[in-house]
């Protein structure tokens, strides 16, 4: 009687054990399936490297994303999945992912420890790269320190080069909706759409979703923003560094299909069809060795309908408070000047050959008077070449078609000194130097030897990012006050370890930009 009675205490002790690591075991419920990740020495809840589309190869390589295949039972979710193929293009980018594959269209979910009774706020970061280059397991872009404050990150990866933005006319002619390339940015759409439909279960709401991203994260953003298909898939927007507004205007789909009727050619196949057969290692062999081509945004008349011009100047875009801004030494001024040393003489034959017949008006708005002037000078015009002016472009359309909240920063702290890039005698915050501090991991970033002032600076970044995120507004208490352009007197917010609002100063040259580019 005894031993029937200690049997059925340790059967009762079994059972409840058991059901409190079910209750406590990170797995949540997708549309495709049941999927388990761990929890972060901070507290958070991790689900790295779910599948959101299917592998994107043999067949499916070149075209739209298609959905996973459902699975039964437990799918893992505790390391990153494969990057996308990519060559070894920036030096400064840290991966956690397992690898390098084709099949890569998986995200990670970073979400705070009470999400099951939560409708939290989501942020979904598209990393930056070229379009080339880059993965959602970065250190920097880590989700755990936005989650600490309450929101739910994702990030993503989507198909690059040659294999997120090649076009043909045999891959037009396969779609339905006659059009090809723009597949990495597909592959960011289907991943909205994933996290229309499955953020919930991770303690989002799918109705308070921002997309925000850098450089060609942040030409992404703009680029959702434009497209019918995903303008409704977010309330509101991010971008660092970068538009869809390049200096350089994007290919139409029949442009696009020649560069790829001329690759594959150079590649020795006879149509797609042979292509696809091809390796990814191959295909990156060949791009790698023939550096004129390059693949990037298009406009195919499907995703992209339209210009970025014709679709921001007429009011298409979604109408969606934004957040951007730009750096204040995003490339160096030997982007300009090349070897030569920084004199007044040297800058003003550098702008000649740049500018030609219009180079008396550039040294106008970008004047120098002495051989000391001639750094900062020469490191505005290469930033604005890069990326200032595009992004300029972007937040003054915007702000002045769609009728919603538009806040601008520059951001100029200076990297540690350590760093190398800091070695010229006029430094600024060059291109990247503000993801950490905007999104808060420092702490776990190996890229430089953070400071005090760093981690001031941090402290005042994410919290702009995060009101914006959990309120549409940057707004909020013990920060400085951060006008919307729409005021009477437009002001930028300067962000550094001084941060303050200050008026535009910059107006008359980026409206000289505008004319000298002239876009649509």
Not at 39 to 66: C, H, M, N
Not at 356 to 374: C, I, M, R, S, W
Request: aromatic share 12%; net charge neutral; with cysteine.
């Amino acid at each position: 009687m005894k031993s029937k009675y200690l049997f059925f205490c340790f059967a009762f002790l079994f059972v409840v054990a058991i059901h409190a690591q079910n209750k406590n075991a990170l797995r949540v419920k997708t549309e495709y399936g049941i999927v388990e990740g761990t929890v972060e020495q901070s507290g958070v809840y991790a689900f790295k490297g779910i599948p959101y589309a299917a592998a994107p190869t043999g067949d499916l390589r070149w075209r739209e994303p298609q959905p996973p295949a459902k699975w039964t039972g437990i799918k893992q979710a505790k390391a990153f999945g494969p990057k996308p193929m990519q060559l070894p293009i920036y030096s400064d980018m840290q991966f956690r992912s397992s690898g390098m594959s084709e099949d890569c269209l998986y995200l990670n979910v970073w979400s705070p420890s009470d999400y099951q009774t939560s409708k939290l706020p989501v942020l979904v970061y598209f990393h930056g790269g070229g379009l080339s280059a880059g993965d959602g397991s970065e250190k920097r872009y880590d989700g755990a320190a936005m989650a600490a404050k309450g929101i739910v990150m994702v990030t993503l990866n989507y198909r690059l080069g040659i294999f997120g933005f090649f076009a043909h006319p045999e891959l037009t002619k396969e779609s339905v909706h006659h059009a090809s390339g723009n597949y990495g940015f597909l592959d960011q759409h289907a991943a909205l759409v994933w996290v229309k439909k499955n953020i919930a279960a991770f303690g989002g709401d799918p109705d308070k979703v921002t997309i925000a991203g850098q450089s060609a994260g942040s030409r992404s953003v703009s680029t959702q923003m434009a497209s019918p298909l995903s303008k409704n898939l977010f309330r509101a927007a991010i971008g660092e560094s970068g538009s869809m507004f390049a200096t350089g205007k994007n290919p139409t789909l029949a442009e696009a299909e020649q560069k790829g009727i001329a690759f594959v050619s150079v590649a020795n196949a006879e149509n797609v069809a042979s292509l696809r057969k091809i390796s990814a290692e191959k295909l990156l062999e060949i791009v790698a060795k023939e550096k004129s081509f390059r693949f990037g945004a298009i406009i195919d008349g499907y995703f992209s309908p339209a210009s970025p011009g014709e679709i921001y100047g007429t009011g298409l875009q979604a109408d969606v408070p934004l957040l951007a801004g730009w750096n204040s030494a995003e490339i160096s001024y030997t982007s300009v000047l090349g070897k030569d040393a920084p004199t007044v003489e040297n800058y003003r034959n550098a702008v000649k050959k740049l500018y030609g017949d219009q180079a008396e008006d550039f040294l106008k708005h970008y004047p120098v008077a002495t051989d000391n002037d001639v750094m900062k000078a020469a490191t505005d015009i290469a930033s604005d070449r890069f990326n200032g002016y595009d992004t300029w472009k972007w937040i003054d359309l915007h702000g002045k078609t769609s009728g919603k909240p538009v806040y601008r920063y520059l951001y100029t702290q200076l990297l540690p000194l350590d760093d190398s890039t800091n070695i010229p005698a006029y430094r600024g915050a060059p291109h990247s130097a503000e993801i950490e501090y905007a999104l808060g991991t420092l702490p776990i970033s190996t890229a430089h030897r953070w400071n005090a002032d760093d981690y001031k600076v941090s402290e005042i970044m994410n919290a702009y990012f995060v009101n914006f995120v959990k309120n549409t507004n940057p707004n909020g208490d013990g920060l400085p006050v951060w006008y919307g352009l729409q005021s009477s007197i437009p002001k930028v917010m300067v962000i550094d370890k001084n941060a303050h609002s200050e008026p535009e100063k910059n107006l008359k040259r980026y409206l000289f930009l505008d004319q000298y580019y002239n876009h649509e």
